[in-house]
């Protein structure tokens, strides 16, 4: 089981009108196994600029996990997040 996540750190977000420096993440290499729902700390959507959409999954023990955005339990760890914090 590969557990490896490549990510890079680079770009400029726009936000509200200012130029803000602000670190985007985009995932090169993905986990394919599953992670437990009680090990997810929190999921995000990687930038709309990366060459692959994926979710950067971030575990209990504070590691970032790349997936790819099809995975059904990623998208669902993810729905549920948002419904929980909106």
Known sequence: MNKRCIFSFCGLRLSQGVKQMSPVSCCFEFFTGRVPSKQIVSVMET????????????????????????????????????????
Not at 52 to 79: D, L, M, P, S
């Open 47 to 86: 930038h709309s600029s990366c060459g692959a959409k994926a979710f950067v999954v971030t575990t209990a023990k504070r590691r970032k996990i790349c997936v790819g955005h099809y995975v059904n339990w990623a998208q669902e760890a993810f729905k549920k997040q948002n419904v929980i914090e909106g």
